[in-house]
């Protein structure tokens, strides 16, 4: 159980903008099972082998480095008005910022912007993502850190905020937890963590995408 005083505020990215993309509701699931299916359908050979590649995170991110700021602004429905609302909950006194996830840093921009003088350290898996963002804020207090942030130490109270934007929703809930835990040592007294992402609208529906990747990671031989 978490305990102490560092605050916790979890958003949803399409809840943010103001033409809410919903959330594939209860009633249409079978329906987004034989839209995936297709989807999938197309891309199996006829030995019903994956034929597109299958990357690496890292290898995924750095092949798309040079098109994903533009995307995520433009083609991802909430992303823009999500960066602006994380930015508006980052606490005026903030000091020293973890970012979690960090990619090319399309979050910070509006942080620096209300906050110039934040010291931020960012973990992320992908060197081509962290070498953009080098060069993009060559002129802010940045730390780079390449790595898993799911298997590096945080430290203990050494930030007054972290933030995370659209990295989590890949984990299970036990890993979750396990990283709320050291963000939580991570933060100093009063410190808060925002977490902008996609959620499921009920518990039904997040079951049934947890089995969904599961099954396809299985038949895909992802796993």
């Known amino acids: 159980m978490l ?21 594939v509701s209860a009633g249409n699931l079978r329906f987004f099972s034989r839209s995936l299916q297709s989807i999938l359908e197309k891309k199996l050979g006829r030995a019903g082998i994956f034929t597109a590649p299958v990357l690496k995170l890292t290898d995924f991110f750095t092949a798309r480095v040079d098109i994903y700021d533009d995307h ?6 909430g992303c823009r008005e999500g960066y602006l609302k994380m930015a508006e909950l980052v ?29 931020v350290t960012g973990i992320d ?27 590096c130490e945080l430290g203990t109270e050494r930030y007054d905020a ?16 396990g990283l709320y835990e050291k963000l939580w040592r991570a933060l100093k007294a009063g410190g808060c963590y925002i977490e902008c992402d996609y959620m499921a609208e009920t518990q039904e529906q997040e079951d049934y995408f947890v089995a969904e990747k599961k099954r396809l990671e299985e038949e895909l031989k992802l796993v």
Request: proline residues 3%; negative net charge.
């Open 72 to 77: 995520m602004i433009h083609e991802v429905e």
């Open 125 to 151: 898996l992908t060197p081509a993502m962290l070498e953009r963002l080098k060069k993009k804020y060559s002129d802010r207090d940045v730390t780079l850190i390449e790595a898993d942030y799911m298997a």
């Open 3 to 23: 305990t102490g005083g560092a605050n916790f505020c979890i958003l949803d990215t399409a809840s943010v903008c103001e033409s809410r993309l919903k959330v």
């Open 162 to 177: 972290a933030v995370s934007f659209q990295t989590l929703h890949h984990f299970t809930h036990e890993e979750k937890l």
């Open 91 to 119: 606490p005026e006194k903030t000091k020293t910022l973890l970012d979690l996830g960090c990619g090319t840093g399309l979050e910070l921009e509006a942080i620096w912007t209300r906050n110039p003088g934040i010291a």
